[in-house]
Protein backbone atom coordinates (compact mmCIF):
# COMPACT_ATOMS: atom_id res chain seq x y z
CA UNK A 1 0.00 0.00 0.00
CA UNK A 2 1.32 3.55 -0.49
CA UNK A 3 1.29 6.54 1.10
CA UNK A 4 -1.19 7.98 -1.10
CA UNK A 5 -3.61 4.44 -0.18
CA UNK A 6 -4.47 5.47 3.32
CA UNK A 7 -8.02 6.53 4.39
CA UNK A 8 -9.46 9.58 2.98
CA UNK A 9 -11.15 12.36 4.96
CA UNK A 10 -9.63 14.68 7.97
CA UNK A 11 -7.17 14.24 9.98
CA UNK A 12 -4.77 16.15 12.58
CA UNK A 13 -2.18 18.27 11.40
CA UNK A 14 0.71 16.84 13.39
CA UNK A 15 -0.67 12.80 12.10
CA UNK A 16 -0.32 14.15 8.65
CA UNK A 17 2.88 15.91 9.48
CA UNK A 18 4.28 13.21 11.07
CA UNK A 19 3.29 10.45 8.06
CA UNK A 20 4.37 12.72 5.36
CA UNK A 21 7.90 13.51 6.71
CA UNK A 22 8.49 9.91 7.14
CA UNK A 23 7.21 8.88 3.91
CA UNK A 24 9.58 11.51 2.14
CA UNK A 25 12.61 10.33 4.49
CA UNK A 26 11.88 6.99 3.63
CA UNK A 27 12.38 8.21 -0.58
CA UNK A 28 15.39 9.80 0.21
CA UNK A 29 13.89 13.35 -0.01
CA UNK A 30 15.85 16.30 1.33
CA UNK A 31 14.39 18.32 4.32
CA UNK A 32 11.59 15.84 4.81
CA UNK A 33 9.71 17.77 7.50
CA UNK A 34 10.44 21.13 6.10
CA UNK A 35 8.74 19.61 2.79
CA UNK A 36 6.07 17.74 4.74
CA UNK A 37 5.06 20.89 6.30
CA UNK A 38 4.89 23.21 2.98
CA UNK A 39 2.86 20.63 1.15
CA UNK A 40 0.55 20.87 3.70
CA UNK A 41 0.79 24.70 3.73
CA UNK A 42 -0.07 24.69 -0.16
CA UNK A 43 -2.63 22.13 -0.35
CA UNK A 44 -4.53 23.87 2.19
CA UNK A 45 -4.03 27.27 0.35
CA UNK A 46 -2.84 28.54 3.95
CA UNK A 47 -0.18 31.60 4.32
CA UNK A 48 2.85 30.38 6.25
CA UNK A 49 1.56 32.68 9.01
CA UNK A 50 -2.15 30.86 9.08
CA UNK A 51 -0.31 27.73 8.88
CA UNK A 52 1.40 28.60 11.85
CA UNK A 53 -2.05 29.99 13.88
CA UNK A 54 -3.09 26.47 13.61
CA UNK A 55 -3.41 24.11 16.55
CA UNK A 56 -1.41 20.86 15.74
CA UNK A 57 -4.60 18.61 17.03
CA UNK A 58 -6.76 20.63 14.34
CA UNK A 59 -8.18 18.48 11.81
CA UNK A 60 -8.10 18.96 7.99
CA UNK A 61 -8.90 17.67 4.75
CA UNK A 62 -6.03 14.99 4.02
CA UNK A 63 -6.50 13.82 0.36
CA UNK A 64 -5.07 16.54 -1.70
CA UNK A 65 -2.05 16.56 1.02
CA UNK A 66 -1.72 12.89 0.74
CA UNK A 67 -1.73 12.78 -3.39
CA UNK A 68 1.01 15.37 -2.82
CA UNK A 69 3.00 13.48 -0.47
CA UNK A 70 3.23 10.66 -2.81
CA UNK A 71 3.93 12.47 -6.12
CA UNK A 72 6.92 14.02 -4.03
CA UNK A 73 8.26 10.78 -2.75
CA UNK A 74 8.79 9.72 -6.44
CA UNK A 75 11.06 13.35 -6.75
CA UNK A 76 8.31 15.43 -8.91
CA UNK A 77 9.56 18.79 -8.01
CA UNK A 78 8.23 20.32 -5.46
CA UNK A 79 7.52 23.50 -8.04
CA UNK A 80 5.39 21.08 -10.15
CA UNK A 81 3.34 19.51 -7.70
CA UNK A 82 1.76 23.04 -6.63
CA UNK A 83 2.50 24.54 -10.31
CA UNK A 84 3.93 27.65 -8.45
CA UNK A 85 7.23 29.21 -7.76
CA UNK A 86 8.42 32.14 -6.77
CA UNK A 87 11.12 34.17 -9.43
CA UNK A 88 13.11 37.80 -8.10
CA UNK A 89 9.64 39.51 -7.11
CA UNK A 90 7.33 37.42 -9.27
CA UNK A 91 4.86 34.12 -8.37
CA UNK A 92 4.77 32.29 -11.24
CA UNK A 93 3.08 29.30 -12.95
CA UNK A 94 5.03 26.44 -13.64
CA UNK A 95 4.21 23.16 -15.33
CA UNK A 96 6.63 20.28 -16.69
CA UNK A 97 6.64 22.50 -19.71
CA UNK A 98 9.77 24.09 -18.92
CA UNK A 99 12.18 23.97 -16.44
CA UNK A 100 11.49 25.31 -12.92
CA UNK A 101 13.14 29.21 -12.30
CA UNK A 102 15.99 29.26 -9.89
CA UNK A 103 17.12 31.39 -7.88
CA UNK A 104 20.89 31.60 -9.92
CA UNK A 105 19.23 32.57 -12.71
CA UNK A 106 18.64 35.89 -10.80
CA UNK A 107 21.50 36.46 -11.02
CA UNK A 108 21.03 37.76 -14.77
CA UNK A 109 18.37 40.54 -13.76
CA UNK A 110 20.58 41.81 -11.37
CA UNK A 111 23.25 42.34 -14.37
CA UNK A 112 20.76 44.13 -16.32
CA UNK A 113 19.64 46.54 -13.91
CA UNK A 114 23.57 47.51 -12.95
CA UNK A 115 24.17 47.88 -17.06
CA UNK A 116 20.93 49.21 -17.45
CA UNK A 117 20.42 51.67 -14.61
CA UNK A 118 17.98 53.95 -16.00
CA UNK A 119 14.54 52.41 -14.82
CA UNK A 120 12.50 54.36 -17.17
CA UNK A 121 14.64 53.64 -20.23
CA UNK A 122 12.17 52.49 -23.34
CA UNK A 123 14.38 48.66 -23.62
CA UNK A 124 13.51 46.33 -26.42
CA UNK A 125 13.73 42.93 -24.36
CA UNK A 126 14.09 39.51 -26.61
CA UNK A 127 14.51 36.15 -24.31
CA UNK A 128 15.32 33.35 -26.20
CA UNK A 129 14.27 29.48 -24.88
CA UNK A 130 11.73 31.78 -22.60
CA UNK A 131 10.34 28.50 -20.32
CA UNK A 132 7.93 30.25 -18.11
CA UNK A 133 8.97 33.59 -18.92
CA UNK A 134 10.46 34.59 -15.49
CA UNK A 135 13.67 36.51 -16.81
CA UNK A 136 11.70 38.42 -19.39
CA UNK A 137 9.20 39.28 -16.96
CA UNK A 138 11.78 39.86 -14.27
CA UNK A 139 13.04 42.60 -16.60
CA UNK A 140 9.99 44.25 -17.74
CA UNK A 141 8.78 44.37 -14.07
CA UNK A 142 11.79 46.82 -13.12
CA UNK A 143 11.41 48.80 -16.05
CA UNK A 144 8.66 49.96 -16.77
CA UNK A 145 8.85 51.56 -20.40
CA UNK A 146 10.13 48.20 -21.70
CA UNK A 147 8.34 45.70 -23.77
CA UNK A 148 9.68 42.28 -24.52
CA UNK A 149 8.86 39.01 -26.91
CA UNK A 150 9.74 35.66 -25.68
CA UNK A 151 10.96 32.19 -27.65
CA UNK A 152 10.65 28.83 -26.93
CA UNK A 153 10.95 26.10 -29.29
CA UNK A 154 7.76 23.87 -27.12
CA UNK A 155 4.29 25.97 -27.70
CA UNK A 156 3.44 24.77 -24.48
CA UNK A 157 6.07 26.27 -22.54
CA UNK A 158 4.76 29.70 -25.26
CA UNK A 159 1.46 29.60 -23.35
CA UNK A 160 2.78 29.28 -20.00
CA UNK A 161 4.80 32.01 -20.40
CA UNK A 162 1.89 34.43 -21.72
CA UNK A 163 0.20 32.62 -18.97
CA UNK A 164 2.47 34.41 -16.44
CA UNK A 165 2.58 37.40 -18.28
CA UNK A 166 -0.85 38.32 -17.83
CA UNK A 167 -0.94 36.80 -14.20
CA UNK A 168 2.17 39.55 -13.34
CA UNK A 169 -0.31 42.69 -14.97
CA UNK A 170 2.69 42.38 -18.33
CA UNK A 171 0.57 40.54 -20.61
CA UNK A 172 0.38 44.29 -22.52
CA UNK A 173 4.27 44.84 -23.00
CA UNK A 174 4.92 40.94 -23.30
CA UNK A 175 4.88 38.77 -26.41
CA UNK A 176 5.60 35.01 -27.02
CA UNK A 177 5.99 32.72 -29.56
CA UNK A 178 7.26 29.34 -30.47
CA UNK A 179 10.45 28.93 -32.61
CA UNK A 180 14.11 27.97 -32.96
CA UNK A 181 16.06 30.63 -31.14
CA UNK A 182 15.58 33.49 -33.62
CA UNK A 183 14.44 31.63 -37.11
CA UNK A 184 11.00 33.15 -35.94
CA UNK A 185 11.99 36.46 -36.17
CA UNK A 186 11.80 39.21 -38.91
CA UNK A 187 15.86 39.39 -40.10
CA UNK A 188 15.77 42.92 -39.20
CA UNK A 189 14.39 42.78 -35.93
CA UNK A 190 17.53 44.25 -32.79
CA UNK A 191 16.83 44.57 -29.39
CA UNK A 192 18.28 46.82 -26.75
CA UNK A 193 18.69 43.15 -24.72
CA UNK A 194 19.07 39.75 -25.76
CA UNK A 195 18.62 37.54 -22.49
CA UNK A 196 18.73 33.61 -22.44
CA UNK A 197 18.96 30.86 -19.71
CA UNK A 198 19.83 28.04 -22.78
CA UNK A 199 20.34 24.06 -22.52
CA UNK A 200 24.72 23.82 -21.19
CA UNK A 201 24.71 20.19 -19.76
CA UNK A 202 26.92 18.18 -21.58
CA UNK A 203 24.67 14.84 -22.89
CA UNK A 204 27.08 12.78 -21.10
CA UNK A 205 26.34 14.63 -17.85
CA UNK A 206 22.48 14.09 -18.03
CA UNK A 207 22.23 10.79 -16.04
CA UNK A 208 24.01 12.20 -12.94
CA UNK A 209 21.57 14.84 -12.56
CA UNK A 210 18.90 14.76 -9.31
CA UNK A 211 15.98 12.45 -9.75
CA UNK A 212 13.99 16.02 -9.68
CA UNK A 213 15.61 17.31 -13.02
CA UNK A 214 16.54 14.05 -14.43
CA UNK A 215 13.44 12.10 -14.38
CA UNK A 216 10.77 15.12 -14.46
CA UNK A 217 12.31 18.37 -16.19
CA UNK A 218 12.64 18.72 -20.24
CA UNK A 219 15.37 17.22 -21.71
CA UNK A 220 15.78 19.42 -24.35
CA UNK A 221 16.03 22.72 -22.21
CA UNK A 222 19.03 20.96 -20.16
CA UNK A 223 20.91 18.86 -23.03
CA UNK A 224 23.68 21.45 -24.86
CA UNK A 225 24.99 18.72 -26.84
CA UNK A 226 27.94 16.72 -26.39
CA UNK A 227 30.44 19.35 -24.61
CA UNK A 228 27.42 21.64 -23.31
CA UNK A 229 28.19 24.63 -25.96
CA UNK A 230 25.78 23.50 -28.97
CA UNK A 231 23.23 26.79 -27.97
CA UNK A 232 25.67 29.39 -27.61
CA UNK A 233 27.45 29.06 -30.96
CA UNK A 234 24.43 29.30 -32.17
CA UNK A 235 23.33 32.29 -29.51
CA UNK A 236 27.12 34.03 -30.49
CA UNK A 237 26.86 33.52 -33.97
CA UNK A 238 23.21 35.42 -34.19
CA UNK A 239 23.89 37.85 -31.34
CA UNK A 240 25.89 40.96 -33.22
CA UNK A 241 23.26 40.95 -36.06
CA UNK A 242 20.53 41.04 -33.16
CA UNK A 243 21.64 44.05 -31.23
CA UNK A 244 21.48 47.50 -31.19
CA UNK A 245 24.64 49.46 -31.52
CA UNK A 246 24.59 50.12 -27.49
CA UNK A 247 22.50 46.93 -26.89
CA UNK A 248 23.55 43.70 -24.59
CA UNK A 249 23.56 40.05 -24.35
CA UNK A 250 23.16 38.71 -21.09
CA UNK A 251 23.38 34.72 -21.15
CA UNK A 252 23.37 31.96 -18.37
CA UNK A 253 26.41 29.52 -18.11
CA UNK A 254 26.81 26.53 -16.41
CA UNK A 255 29.88 25.61 -14.06
CA UNK A 256 33.37 25.83 -15.91
CA UNK A 257 32.05 27.28 -19.16
CA UNK A 258 33.29 30.87 -19.07
CA UNK A 259 36.49 30.45 -20.80
CA UNK A 260 34.36 28.62 -23.52
CA UNK A 261 31.97 31.65 -23.57
CA UNK A 262 34.95 34.55 -23.51
CA UNK A 263 36.18 32.40 -26.49
CA UNK A 264 32.97 32.41 -28.39
CA UNK A 265 32.23 35.96 -27.87
CA UNK A 266 35.84 36.71 -29.52
CA UNK A 267 35.59 34.34 -32.34
CA UNK A 268 32.11 36.43 -33.11
CA UNK A 269 33.30 39.84 -32.82
CA UNK A 270 31.80 40.51 -28.92
CA UNK A 271 33.09 41.61 -26.17
CA UNK A 272 32.66 40.54 -22.65
CA UNK A 273 31.92 43.19 -20.61
CA UNK A 274 31.57 40.86 -17.47
CA UNK A 275 31.03 37.26 -16.29
CA UNK A 276 29.21 37.70 -12.65
CA UNK A 277 28.99 34.82 -10.01
CA UNK A 278 26.01 33.76 -8.24
CA UNK A 279 25.22 33.47 -4.47
CA UNK A 280 27.71 30.23 -4.11
CA UNK A 281 30.54 32.18 -6.23
CA UNK A 282 30.16 30.51 -9.08
CA UNK A 283 30.35 31.99 -12.78
CA UNK A 284 26.82 32.38 -13.71
CA UNK A 285 26.01 35.41 -16.14
CA UNK A 286 27.75 36.54 -18.98
CA UNK A 287 27.41 39.90 -20.29
CA UNK A 288 28.35 40.83 -23.97
CA UNK A 289 28.44 43.47 -26.45
CA UNK A 290 29.87 44.54 -29.67
CA UNK A 291 33.35 44.86 -29.92
CA UNK A 292 34.75 48.21 -29.73
CA UNK A 293 35.45 49.70 -33.32
Not at 246 to 268: H, K, P, S, T, W
Not at 282 to 289: E, K, N
Request: aromatic content about 6%; proline content about 6%; some cysteine.
Amino acid sequence: MTFADHNRGQAPIEQLLRQGAQALAEAGVENPRREARLLLQHALGLTAEQMLALSPRSEVDQACYLDWVARRTQHEPFAYITGQKGFWTLDLAVSSASLVPRGDTETLVSCVLDHFPDRDAPLSVLDLGTGTGCILLAVLSEYKQAWGMGVDISPQAAVLAAGNAARCGLGGRAAFIAGSWTDALAPEARFDLVLSNPPYIPTRDLAELMPEVRNHEPVRALDGGRDGLDAYRLLCTDLPARLTPDGLGVFEIGIGQEADLRALAAENHLDVAEVRPDFEGISRAVVMRHQPI
